[in-house]
């Protein structure tokens, strides 16, 4: 029986391009997309690697409560266990931090997650996929991500991304309804046989949504992502009867039982679907298989996912057969990588990765030249 030895983190930061209001730092921060790689050692010697991606401008994770809580909390509840025992080590760092609404710092757990799925494919010689039982497809499709403050950065945007293959975009949007109607047309005119559709982050009241979902469906979105706060349950409920847009739940859905709660109550159509937000890939896994169950719409979303937690995300996806394109927008927005072999995107084509656990491996030097000071 194999033994976790050793738990380090990493403190990490990727370099950007473009603009992305979920990069903004505070004062005296520097620029980038900051995450904390885990690493776990077996008593054997094997190493299994994870990635926790906080934004504190999308949830209450950050970088320092992420490594604060593996450090102190739930590295001693993993050491000495045997990370192909999966449950008890899931069951342990539930202990260790509770739930709130749902699972307690899901983003933090995530990157441990990862670590122990990478790990224990290693030790079983077997991948991801083939843990999760299967992969539909090896290659994903992405969507560019838009998030425009004019006229003026809207077409630039759009040109960027066709000058590098994409035809596919998610538009974020809200509190401008206005602005964003008119940012839909001009989209659609440049892109009409692009899928397209709008993430307002919460960033609507229901009046607003309520109004604003037929006009976006007349000019051909096909589906309006979070409009509400997620504690709005009230206001999904009416936007899912009003039936203008399929209405996707993001942040307000952390696992499968409150999915399992709110499809019982008639408040979505379907969920975008984030690795880093779900705890890492097994609970995703059980969203997606709820969603197949249910018959409910299954988008692929992320957290501009570096590296590792990119391959856990184009697993996941990959053995779901995702049928819409990805905004999974790492490839779009950094321009660095700590692999050894860096998952690149092709156009808007991008490979599931292969091999045992996570299927990519770490490159040690890279990942020092990367550290944040004092990480």
Known sequence: MAAILQVETFAVNFPVEGRFKFFEQPAGRPSGRPSVVVKLTADDGTVGWGQSVPSPRWSYETLETVESTIRLYLAPALLGRDPLDFEPLWAAMNREIAPSFSTGQPICKAGVELALVDLAGKLARQSAADRLGRLRTERVTLSWTLNPRSAAELDESIAAA??????????????????????????????????????????????????????????????????????????????????????????????????????????????????????????????????????????????????????????????????????????????????????????????????FGLGVEVDEEALQRHLLAGG
């Not at 949007?173 to 307002?200: I, M, N, S, Y």
């Not at 880093?276 to 997606?288: C, H, N, P």
């Not at 197949?292 to 957290?303: I, P, V």
């Not at 999974?328 to 092709?346: D, F, H, K, M, W």
């Open 162 to 355: 066709h000058a590098r293959g994409y035809r596919h975009f998610n538009l974020k949007v809200a509190p401008d309804a206005r602005q964003d109607l008119e940012f839909c047309r001009r989209l659609k005119r440049q892109t009409p046989d692009g899928h397209v559709w709008v993430d307002a982050n919460g960033g609507f009241d229901e009046a607003a949504a309520l109004d604003l979902a037929p006009r976006l469906a007349d000019l051909g979105i096909a589906a309006f992502e979070q409009p509400l706060p997620a504690n709005r349950l009230g206001g999904y409920r009416r936007l899912k009867r009003q039936g203008a847009l399929p209405i996707l739940m993001d942040e307000g859905i952390v696992s499968h039982v409150e999915l399992e709660e709110f499809i019982e109550l008639g408040l979505l159509d379907g969920v975008a679907v984030k690795v880093a937000r779900s705890g890492g890939l097994t609970e995703s896994w059980r969203i997606v298989e709820t969603l197949e169950r249910e018959g409910l719409l299954l988008y692929a979303s992320g957290l501009t996912d570096p590296d590792l937690s990119l391959a856990a995300s184009l697993l996941l996806f990959g053995a779901a057969g995702l049928a819409v394109p990805a905004a999974l927008n790492g490839p779009q927005y950094l321009t660095t990588s700590i692999l050894e072999r860096p998952l690149v995107a092709e156009q808007d084509q991008i490979s599931v990765p292969k091999g």
